[in-house]
T-cell receptor, first 108, second 115 residues
Framework: EDQVTQSPEALRLQEGESSSLNCSYT??????LFWYRQDPGKGPEFLFT???AGEEKEKERLKATLTKKESFLHITAPKPEDSATYLC?????????FGKGTMLLVSP | NAGVTQTPKFQVLKTGQSMTLQCAQD?????MSWYRQDPGMGLRLIHY???????DQGEVPNGYNVSRSTTEDFPLRLLSAAPSQTSVYFC??????????????FGEGSRLTVL
C-alpha cells in the first residue's frame, strides 16, 4: 500500500525565516510526486510535479526537490501570503495518494 | 476563467435524505474525479471518470453514485445520507494524458453536514 507522511504537521515562521517541509513516501513504482497549496476554505492548487530522484522545480520562493524516499519543499524568505496548507501526493501504478498536509503560518 | 465549478458550497442534510453535488468544468478535460477531505486525513478518492459514459470506483465509494453523460459535468449523488458522510467534497479534473500525473484542477469544495 502506498503511503505518504508529511512533517511537520504545522510550522510557524517569521517573515524572512527560511525553512523546509518534508514529504516521505513509500510507493510501488513512482510515476510522479506532486505538491499542492491549499488556502482555507479553498480547493488545492497544483504547484509542482517531480518525476525522478535529483529533480528540482522552482516557483518564486518555493523549491521542490526529490530523492528516492522523500521530497522537500524549501521556502526561502517566506512572506505572510505564503501561509497555507501544503499537500504532497504520490502517483503509483494505479493510485494517487495524498498526505495529510503541513499547515504553514508566516507571521509579519 | 471558471475552471471547475461546484454547487452548492454548503449543505445541511438530515440522516436518510438524498442529494446531488454538482460539478462542471469548462476546460474540456476528459478526467474528472470526486474526493472527500476529512480532518486529520488526506484527500480520499470516491469515484472518477476518464470520459463521458465511463465511471469507476475509488478508495471510498460506498454510499455514493456518479454518472458522466457529458464531458463537462460529473455529479455526485448521496443516496441516503449518513453522519459519516459529513465532510468537504472536492471535484477535480485533468487532461486525460495527465490523469496519472496528479496535475489536478480542483473546485472550491462543497461542505456537507449530515445531522
Amino acid at each position: 500500500e502506498d503511503q505518504v507522511t508529511q512533517s511537520p504537521e504545522a510550522l510557524r515562521l517569521q517573515e524572512g525565516e527560511s525553512s523546509s517541509l518534508n514529504c516521505s513516501y513509500t510507493v510501488s513504482g513512482l510515476r510522479g510526486l506532486f505538491w499542492y497549496r491549499q488556502d482555507p476554505g479553498k480547493g488545492p492548487e497544483f504547484l509542482f510535479t517531480l518525476y525522478s530522484a535529483g529533480e528540482e522545480k522552482e516557483k518564486e520562493r518555493l523549491k521542490a526537490t526529490l530523492t528516492k524516499k522523500e521530497s522537500f519543499l524549501h521556502i526561502t524568505a517566506p512572506k505572510p501570503e505564503d501561509s497555507a496548507t501544503y499537500l504532497c501526493a504520490v502517483q503509483g501504478y494505479s493510485t494517487l495518494t495524498f498526505g495529510k498536509g503541513t499547515m504553514l503560518l508566516v507571521s509579519p | 476563467n471558471a475552471g471547475v465549478t461546484q454547487t452548492p458550497k454548503f449543505q445541511v442534510l438530515k440522516t436518510g435524505q438524498s442529494m446531488t453535488l454538482q460539478c462542471a468544468q469548462d476546460m474540456n478535460h476528459e478526467y474528472m474525479s470526486w474526493y472527500r477531505q476529512d480532518p486529520g486525513m488526506g484527500l480520499r478518492l470516491i469515484h472518477y471518470s476518464v470520459g463521458a459514459g465511463i465511471t469507476d470506483q475509488g478508495e471510498v465509494p460506498n454510499g455514493y453514485n456518479v454518472s458522466r453523460s457529458t464531458t463537462e459535468d460529473f455529479p455526485l449523488r448521496l443516496l441516503s445520507a449518513a453522519p459519516s458522510q459529513t465532510s468537504v467534497y472536492f471535484c477535480a479534473s485533468s487532461r486525460r494524458l495527465a490523469a496519472n500525473t496528479g496535475e489536478l484542477f480542483f473546485g472550491e469544495g462543497s461542505r456537507l453536514t449530515v445531522l
